[in-house]
């Protein structure tokens, strides 16, 4: 496959992976370069942000990526009429022509969510340690995504105690003491069993703050009554708690982060 981009131009190796159309998901191409699947002039790369120039070689798989000069419209139509006077084997050809003005906005949009995630979650961080707080977690939808993000700022081990992944209904009932006549009754991505999870969370770990969070992140698993995007958040502040639903749009990754987002508002604005 052969990818141009301008010369003098750079493209970060993860926008490279989406753009040469390798993969749909930013999470799975993170996944698969931080797995050590990806090489760069045959080297293993496990950085996203390895910056990709003219020259290098790019391989995943059975996917070989030529990174070459972006060349004159003129040169290209010569070459599209002699390609069509004479055999020549096909090619993919993927063309960037002014990279320096591609922003695609799904990556955009992406980097923007993730830097305002990274910011609320140092501001709540900075607040649990000011006031002496200790926090727990019952995440479901969002696989331990917020657990990642508080132990990602260091000193999170004063106030974070720990947190359960209750991604199955029998982990929500064995583990944190969800009551099965509320799962049953009301669902496993309700208000109830948010409010039942951030219970057993607080009381599990025996916290002055929990919180919790089930949903559907899709892209399987919506209803007409409860679709994709439906999500329940839960926060326990000393005696008090709220709950919210939400109704989030975007692929699987992205409700997830909207999620994690708006739970650490929540956070930050009740505490």
């Not at 050590?36 to 003219?54: A, D, F, P, S, Y």
């Not at 993927?94 to 949009?109: A, D, N, Y």
């Not at 479901?140 to 999170?156: K, V």
Request: a positive charge.
């Amino acid at each position: 496959m052969d990818f141009y981009i301008n010369k003098g131009d750079e493209i970060e190796l993860f926008k490279l992976l989406k753009a040469a159309g390798i993969c749909d998901y930013y999470s799975d191409i993170r996944h698969f370069i931080k797995d050590g699947l990806v090489k760069v002039n045959g080297e293993i790369n496990k950085l996203k942000h390895t910056m990709i120039q003219i020259g290098d070689l790019v391989e995943y798989k059975e996917y070989k990526i030529d990174i070459l000069e972006s060349r004159p419209k003129k040169e290209q139509r010569v070459e599209r009429e002699q390609i069509s006077k004479e055999y020549r084997p096909p090619s993919h050809r993927v063309q960037h022509g002014k990279f320096k003005s591609w922003r695609p906005k799904p990556i955009e949009l992406e980097n923007k969510l993730e830097n305002e995630i990274h910011t609320i979650s140092q501001k709540l961080h900075e607040k649990m340690l000011y006031k002496k707080l200790t926090l727990s977690l019952a995440e479901s939808c969002t696989g331990g995504m917020i657990q990642e993000m508080i132990t990602s700022n260091s000193g999170a081990s004063e106030y974070f105690m720990g947190g359960v992944v209750s991604y199955s209904n029998q982990a929500k009932i064995n583990v944190l003491n969800v009551k099965p006549e509320i799962i049953n009754k009301f669902g496993a991505v309700s208000k109830e069993t948010a409010i039942e999870m951030v219970k057993g969370a607080k009381a599990l770990f025996k916290t002055t703050i929990s919180a919790s969070i089930t949903g559907i992140a899709g892209p399987s698993g919506g209803t007409l009554e409860k679709p994709v995007g439906t999500i329940y958040l839960a926060v326990s502040i000393h005696d008090k708690i709220i709950s919210r639903k939400l109704s989030l749009s975007g692929n699987r990754e992205n409700i997830r982060k909207k999620s994690v987002l708006i739970l650490f508002k929540l956070l930050l604005e009740n505490i």
